[in-house]
């Protein structure tokens, strides 16, 4: 069964102190690996796809990372507006649709200033 | 920049009342799908629906649950008999062709009393 699996489930910081969130995956035959971020109360807005390990993408102060096992999405010197959750999902082995994705329960990052 | 868009943002129903929610996909995209958040819970996949018919749907997907796309814009889901289970976020999304990203409103808070 495809697993996405997410660490910490909760994350607290000081504003500039860098992290790592880890989304470790056991899907066979990975079609792609997809960041997401959401705000309280809204839906997920994309922000990155992996599609082979040793790939990078950055965008502001993330850069997501993939393994063959794992990604990470590295935050460097945060602000409080990073503050959200950050969800990790890859599209089902085997399914027709690209697009049925498992989802990862998420890691609340808190960004204080 | 395009979005996807949901109505309403809250419903609120009694059980066994039929609810329909309503979503306006990216106008290029050509693939359309139903999630799911119940709260505190990881996302879920419900239903995808390319070509004016289902591609794929989820075992929460019973005979209770129907998609629709009525016209060139609009994509629904309907709950014909709401359970106190049904009680979540639903969430629409879209991509365009290939391995491109899935696109997500920000939801319909559905409530059943």
């Known amino acids: 069964e495809d697993q996405v699996t997410q660490s910490p489930e909760a994350l607290r910081l000081q504003e500039g102190e860098s992290s790592s969130l880890n989304c470790s995956y056991t899907v066979s035959g990975l079609r792609g690996l997809f960041w997401y971020r959401q705000d309280p109360g809204k839906g997920p807005e994309f922000l990155f796809t992996l599609y082979s390990a040793g790939e990078e993408k950055e965008k502001e102060r993330l850069k997501a990372t993939l393994t063959k096992k794992e990604s990470f999405l590295h935050i460097t010197a945060p602000k409080p507006e990073d503050s959200a959750t950050y969800l990790c999902a890859a599209p089902n082995a085997g399914g027709t649709s690209y697009g049925k994705l498992t989802f990862g329960q998420g890691t609340i990052l808190t960004v204080h200033p | 920049e395009p979005e996807v868009t949901q109505t309403p943002s809250h419903q609120v129903t009694q059980m066994g009342q039929e609810v329909i929610l309503r979503c306006v996909p990216i106008?290029?995209?050509?693939?359309f799908y139903w999630y799911r958040q119940i709260l505190g819970q990881k996302v879920e996949f419900l239903v995808s629906f390319y070509n004016n018919e289902i591609s794929e749907k989820s075992e929460i997907f019973d005979d209770q649950f129907s998609v629709e796309r009525p016209d060139g814009s609009n994509f629904t889901l309907k709950i014909r008999s709401t359970k106190l289970e049904d009680s979540a976020m639903y969430f629409c999304a879209s991509r365009d062709r290939g391995h491109s990203p899935l696109h997500f409103g920000n939801g319909t808070r559905l409530t059943v009393t």
């Open positions: 106008s290029n995209h050509l693939y």
